[in-house]
């Protein structure tokens, strides 16, 4: 409770320092036509062909777009505000079911390990689908965990959790009908032990009990996933048409960086995921889920555990493992890191927070002088990524860890500030420096040039001035740091680092012909 109170508050004061990413404008567009479409009584119906975010839930838009209308906040400051109470939520729900599986320790572990991971933590601010269908995806596990321990009669709180959190989740992305995968595969140890126990025909009879009891869960995640998602509800088809859109890629490729080549999107090698994620997870989170996923296996194997016991382990190993293998194998379109697959860390979390308590039990009762030495290391691993976190602030989504040598080496290899969040903090610095410089432009707005989202930029800035591509007529050019963006030979106005890396800079190029900011590297 009090880890959560102290990242609660710590969110509270600082979420505002967070930017828009490349979505958030059209996100608080989507929201407006949904809420449109709501209180037309469906007659305005715009939001059902926006773009292609149709074929996304909007509960979070919809959500940050009411409580601004209530709340003294700015819209984006209040989408920030809601991203930090969804990740916060995320946080308890990720405790409370590690918790539940290995007790009060390794539910502290979890908590500890998700809170001071740097992508997840960065990415519930500003992130308004992925970090809220990691959450979504968190509370649905925790339905089908309290399932596996109540089987064959789910209380109705449990019928509850899962039709709550089958809606959230498959309202929130059509990604969220893998748990239908981690079910149908986890429940085979117990369903076995049923068959053996029970003989095939109770337990056939059990587990169609199950099926019934749950139905009303089932229609409770089909109205709260209509709420979220109405294109989704309006023909039997559409969830299906949305799983084909989103396995081919839908976009005209581009190239990012990856390893320090320029690679275009849809063709990223299969050790794309793994290779971040080593690289960008604190270590003692992938150290220690690697051990909880190991073991979790080997427990499989071990007559002496119960059934249910394998099962739930066997379902949280497939959260955290199986949407990775799946990817390596398919090898879909991938970019922008790992934002798309932040739903396994809260599962990789939970197996964390197992192998730590598994490894003090054993010290216990063999080792006992050893675990004073264990929590040590444990601590120690945790204050790495908690220092990376305070020096990178608000871009704790770019964090690569010591394996990686931090945002220092990782920045000639690796894309950093993807989304762009340093324009905010190059637009809010530009603006101070001209009321200092007492300089204004004279019956007109200011010109800037941007490389990097426009949006975002043109909100970060303010009316008073015009933003766009074209450097020829600019006062001004904002540049991410991202290879995409040339350096420039002109003044440098606002500079925006971090650990000597620049995420973002603001030239004056006044009375210069500058004639793009754009840059492509040699290969």
Known sequence: MLVLA???VVAGVSFRDYGLGWDDYTHAEYADLLLRMFGSGFKDTAALSFANLYM???????????????????LFETRRLVGAIVGVIGLAVTWRLARRVAGPLA??????????????????????KDAPFAVSMVI???????????????????????????????????LGGLAVIYALIGFVPLLIEEVKVQGVREATRRLAHVVYVLLPGLVLGYLVMGLMWPWSIMEPGNPFDALTYFSHFFEKPWKEMFDGALVSVPDMPWFYLPTLFALQLPEVLLVLSIGG?????VMLTRRSVPARRKTILLMLTLAATLPLVIAMVKRPALYNGIRHFIFVIPPMTVLGGIALAWIMERLRENHRSWQPVVLAV??????????????????????????????????????????GLALKQASDGLREQLVERQEFPGGRKWKVAVCGPQ???????????????????????????????KGLTAPVMVEIKRDDVVFARVYDIRSRSISSLLSIPAP
Not at 56 to 74: N, W
Not at 107 to 128: E, K
Not at 140 to 166: C, D, F, H, K, Q
Request: hydrophobic content about 50%; some cysteine; aromatic content about 12%.
């Open 6 to 8: 102290v990242v609660a």
């Open 455 to 485: 949006r975002p930029a043109q909100v970060a800035l303010g009316p008073d001035f015009t933003i766009g591509w074209d450097s020829h007529a600019a006062d001004f050019a904002m540049t991410l740091g991202e290879f995409y963006c």
């Open 293 to 297: 996923a190991v073991g979790s296996l």
């Open 107 to 128: 539910g502290a572990t979890a908590l500890l390990l998700l809170a001071l991971c740097p992508t997840f933590y960065g990415h519930m601010f500003m992130n308004p």
């Open 140 to 174: 649905l596990m925790m339905g089908l965990v309290r399932l596996a321990e109540e089987y064959p009669t789910p209380s109705p709180r449990t019928i509850l959790i899962l039709g709550l959190g089958a809606g959230l989740s498959i309202g929130s992305r059509i």
């Open 378 to 419: 444990f601590c120690f691993g945790l204050l790495l990524p908690l220092a990376e976190m305070i020096r990178l602030h608000p871009y704790q989504y770019t964090h690569f860890n010591q394996i990686a040598g931090t945002v220092r080496d990782a920045d000639e290899r690796f894309m950093l500030d993807y989304w």
């Open 56 to 74: 996304y839930g909007g509960g979070f838009d919809m959500a940050a777009a009411l409580l601004h209308k209530i709340i003294p906040l700015e």
